[in-house]
């Protein structure tokens, strides 16, 4: 909705850039893991995942990394366009069918 | 992926009312959850809607705040009670991947409720 991102942290860049957001997640346990897009009005949008026995896994565009080590996850985004626009999350699935989501990111990309 | 249908889209309500709603799902699914954003966070659970058994809450929600039906595998309904400004925020539904359950999960477009 109109209301997402308000407080979040934004990243500014320009179309054509490659775009990367960065996430912590809280639990070692942790073995899969999920980046959603949700743009303003609209439920998240599963993006990309990845399991924990991975460090790096590709799909269009985007490239999710996974360093365990240091609990952290990245979205890399290649030639980012305007409708890339968007609040991104990452959550980390910490068994029992239960998703923890991240604070999220706010991308804005400038044509 | 589910096609997730969700009602109201948006409302607007006064404190102390409640507001149901809707959640419907074009497969049958074996979990629904349910998840609130409030302005400028992230997502949050309130719980998890079975077929047949009562809903799991999470820390901090609770039943006779947040009353869960789900009658059958493609519906569930959330209420929000006694509404205050508090409350204000976007509810969302969810289903799991049919095609690895457990995992990810697919989301409806939400509800924004905003109480004055």
């Known amino acids: 909705g109109e209301n997402v991102g308000l407080h979040l942290p934004t990243l500014s860049v320009q179309e054509g850039d490659n775009s990367i957001i960065n996430c912590a997640y809280s639990?070692?346990?942790?073995?899969?893991f999920i980046w959603y897009k949700q743009e303003s009005g609209k439920g998240p949008q599963f993006i990309i995942d990845i399991r924990s026995n991975m460090d790096k896994r590709q799909g269009q565009r985007v490239t999710v990394l996974l360093n365990k080590t240091v609990k952290h996850l990245s979205l890399q985004i290649a030639a980012t366009q305007p409708g890339d626009s968007a609040v991104y999350f990452c959550?980390?699935?910490?068994?029992?069918?239960?998703?923890?989501f991240g604070t999220g990111t706010r991308l804005l990309v400038s044509p | 992926s589910a096609v997730i249908s969700q009602k109201p889209s948006r409302d607007i309500c006064q404190r102390g009312t409640s507001l149901t709603i809707q959640c419907q799902v074009d497969s049958q699914v074996t979990m629904m959850f349910w998840y609130r954003q409030q302005p400028g966070q992230s997502l949050t659970l309130i719980a998890t809607a079975n077929q047949g058994s009562e809903a799991t809450y999470e820390s901090g929600f609770v039943i006779d705040k947040f009353p869960i039906s789900r009658p059958n595998l493609t519906f569930s309904t959330l209420t929000v009670s006694n509404m205050s400004p508090e409350d204000s925020s976007i509810y969302l539904c969810s289903v799991e991947d049919l095609a690895g359950p457990g995992e990810k999960l697919f989301f409806g477009s939400g509800t924004q409720l905003s109480v004055l």
């Open positions: 639990n070692s346990a942790s073995d899969y």
């Open positions: 959550a980390e699935n910490t068994g029992f069918q239960k998703l923890v």
